[in-house]
């Protein structure tokens, strides 16, 4: 049998075995939890860089058509055409 002085030890080492398995299964959970908001940040990231993609390939398609633009009023001296000079050709 054991001695009266062991059990007050036992009660403790009991209550903290359970103590902490307690917190090891609220890590896990917050790990997971973790794991999940790190995955839709991902999500969010990754389409952030496709909108970001797509406005820079919007920019540079704008510059060059005003570039085009730019340059053959200036060094072909083209206008945009005004009504009066405008002719319609049907077939």
Do not use: C, G
Request: hydrophobic share 45%; net charge neutral.
């Amino acid at each position: 049998m054991l001695a009266r002085w062991y059990w007050p030890w036992l009660v403790m080492l009991y209550v903290i075995v359970i103590t902490l398995a307690v917190m090891v299964a609220a890590n896990r959970h917050e790990a997971r939890q973790l794991f999940v908001e790190v995955q839709q940040l991902e999500r969010d990231r990754d389409q952030l860089n496709a909108t970001w993609s797509r406005y820079v390939l919007e920019q540079s398609t704008q510059l060059n058509q005003l570039h085009v633009e730019s340059r053959a009023v200036e060094s072909l001296n083209m206008q945009k055409p005004v009504a009066d000079n405008t002719r319609v050709i049907r077939e």
